[in-house]
């Protein structure tokens, strides 16, 4: 619902008002540039930007010389340095003499920190390279100071507010006075951030010089260095800030960072007007404070004679959301991890030099293709090239704009090739050719009508080569093939409709990658997949396994994504409330009879990052392969 009485007032993570903290003495110094602050012109959250970080980066990757990436740093180091002892000033403004003091101690120890990777910068930029011992003297120093910034459960990452706590009378409800407490230990990115960073990319700067003169034998706790400070920048693939359990806290300093800044809906009437209720996003940070309100969208209702409601679990991360961790430092750290991941599988940030005159030995994997419905009712095409790769990919091709208004359905699907439809509320079922599924050209023709009652399923999903699936609300499955699929046909152009399964109405989701293969969650979170043998005829055949079963087992804990959708060659993609997409592949390799198969499943592997929010996501299923084969 709406919360305007308080749109002024900062919030901590308990939901309290936020009377000072340590970042108030930091925001004033560096102000906010651009629409809504989004862009930061100088000062401590400027050396956050990727832009600085990974130009500094690829000095270091691409030159054979990093004496400049050095001379650049040292500019950078000397800037923070004013800006912190500016803050060390600006401390005596806190109310209250104790968070004064403690933010002053922690702040102290900060500045004696950069005070030495200062020191060090300048020595490593007047050391020659002749000098190996002072090289990798001052490498090991550098390794020993960046790692003060992870002991002690992130203790130089921690400041003292000062919150506004609500005293209520028991009985009439009333706030009676309103009181300030100190409160310890509140994780912030500011100050310590760009101070870390500066001291990161120093050792790495000292170490690459150590490395180049091939003496890296002689770095003191090297692997472990590397392996501790990558931890600390990278996001688990099974995090999620919105989850509960294990994966729900954090643990690195960049979860610590994603963790404090949530987004919430926010519905500007209590009820509809003409069906439509209006929301927008409240993104909070809890480290400072600070309170955003954006990305607007509708919901369409049944009536003027609802609540507006919504679950806030089935819209994903708005690019409000995105853009506040961005500022938060959230990129650049993940940019970090790379380049450590990079530097712990080589030993150099150095990039591997073509080789020329070779030709490509591996394996081609096919890509698929994903549709996703945005929060506007735009519908976005994107290509995952070399999708069943091992490992996952990272190739991205989009997004490209196809079309929009598809927010008015109630349920969108591919049913293979060009074909995709949606259900009207009324249930009406219309059909649309999209002649730019492979390219992500908006070349469409439709729409037309070719279905009507298609309201009455509980849920409907594509089986690909024209085959569609309908749950009802008793469970069974019902199965229909579109015979005129690429042209359109009308309601007389389809096979069904047919019976093939009960009990469905069990699961919390059910989707199919094709081929047969249908996968469910059942309301425990364990993803269990059938084949179906008759998905081309309509027949109520199925596989069996052992024990009599229709299904593998795959794993449990799949009822924690906001969205799982399957592809080609056994692919999964996940999608959690944060804005990632994670990777998994599940295979079954096809053995003579008599051994039995052992399934595999690969994952999770983080393939995209910074997703935003969307209404629906699906993948374009494979038209029938005597029409034009599979999806290219």
């Not at 900060?110 to 930029?125: F, G, N, P």
């Not at 085959?467 to 199965?479: A, C, E, F, K, T």
């Not at 409330?577 to 295979?587: A, H, K």
């Not at 690969?602 to 910074?610: F, H, L, S, T, Y």
Request: with cysteine; glycine share 12%; hydrophobic share 35%.
């Amino acid at each position: 619902m709406s919360n305007n009485d308080d749109n002024g007032i900062k919030k901590t993570d308990n939901g309290i008002e936020l009377q000072t903290s340590v970042i108030d003495t930091v925001l004033p110094l560096f102000p906010l540039a651009g629409p809504g602050g989004a862009a930061i012109a100088v000062g401590i959250k400027a050396v956050m930007l990727t832009k600085e970080i990974l130009g500094f980066l690829g000095y270091l990757r691409d030159d054979t010389s990093i004496a400049d990436a050095i001379r650049v740093l040292q500019d950078r180091i000397n800037k923070i340095e004013v800006e912190l002892r500016e803050i060390h000033g600006r401390l005596n403004q806190i109310t209250g003499d104790l968070a004064a003091t403690e933010n002053r101690a922690t702040l102290e120890r900060l500045l004696d920190y950069h005070a030495e990777v200062k020191k060090k910068s300048l020595a490593l930029q007047n050391t020659p390279s002749q000098d190996v011992v002072g090289l990798v003297n001052i490498a090991n120093d550098l390794g020993i100071l960046v790692d003060t910034f992870l002991r002690n459960n992130y203790d130089i990452w921690r400041w003292t507010d000062i919150e506004v706590h609500r005293v209520v009378d028991p009985i009439t409800g009333t706030v009676i006075r309103k009181e300030n407490r100190l409160v310890r230990m509140k994780f912030k990115n500011l100050p310590t951030l760009p101070v870390y960073l500066m001291a990161l990319l120093t050792w790495l700067a000292a170490r690459e010089k150590v490395v180049q003169i091939g003496e890296r034998g002689r770095l003191d706790d090297d692997i472990g260095r590397i392996a501790r400070h990558l931890a600390a920048v990278s996001v688990r693939p099974g995090f999620d800030k919105y989850r509960d359990g294990e994966f729900g806290i954090p643990q690195s300093i960049t979860e610590n960072i994603k963790w404090r800044i949530r987004a919430f809906p926010r519905s500007s009437t209590a009820h509809p007007v003409n069906r439509v209720c209006k929301w927008s996003f409240d993104v909070q940070n809890w480290m400072s404070g600070e309170r955003k309100r954006g990305d607007p969208f509708d919901v369409y209702m049944g009536s003027d004679n609802v609540l507006c409601t919504i679950n806030p679990d089935s819209l994903g991360m708005p690019n409000l959301e995105i853009e506040t961790e961005t500022e938060a430092g959230v990129d650049v750290l993940i940019e970090m991890a790379e380049a450590l991941q990079h530097v712990a599988k080589r030993g150099t940030l150095k990039k591997p030099s073509p080789l020329n005159g070779t030709f490509p030995t591996t394996p081609t994997y096919p890509p698929n293709y994903l549709y996703v419905i945005t929060l506007n009712g735009d519908l976005q095409w994107y290509r995952n090239l070399e999708s069943s790769r091992p490992g996952g990919s990272t190739l991205w091709y989009g997004p490209l704009k196809v079309g929009n208004g598809w927010d008015r359905f109630t349920s969108v699907f591919s049913g293979g090739g060009p074909a995709i439809y949606g259900v009207e509320l009324n249930g009406d079922l219309m059909w649309y050719g999209h002649d730019g599924y492979y390219d992500g050209s908006p070349r469409w023709r439709g729409p037309r009508k070719v279905g009507w009652g298609w309201n009455n399923f509980k849920s409907i999903f594509s089986g690909g080569e024209f085959v569609v699936y309908g749950i009802q609300p008793n469970g069974d499955l019902i199965w229909y093939r579109h015979h005129a699929a690429l042209s359109g046909g009308d309601f007389n152009t389809w096979s069904g409709q047919i019976k093939v399964g009960s009990g469905w109405a069990d699961f919390t989701k059910v989707f199919s990658g094709g081929k047969g293969y249908i996968y469910a969650i059942r309301e425990d979170g364990v993803l269990v997949r059938y084949r179906h043998r008759g998905y081309l005829t309509g027949a109520d055949t199925w596989e069996s396994y052992s024990g009599g079963v229709q299904y593998r087992v795959i794993g449990p804990g799949w009822n924690e994504f906001l969205e799982v959708i399957a592809g080609q060659d056994g692919v999964l993609y996940a999608f959690t409330r944060d804005g990632r997409i994670l990777w998994y592949r599940y295979t079954v390799p096809d053995l003579p009879i008599g051994f039995p198969a052992r399934p595999r499943l690969e994952g999770p592997v983080e393939i995209k990052r910074q997703f935003p929010a969307f209404r629906k996501v699906f993948v374009l299923m494979e038209p029938p392969a005597q029409m034009g084969g599979g999806v290219h």
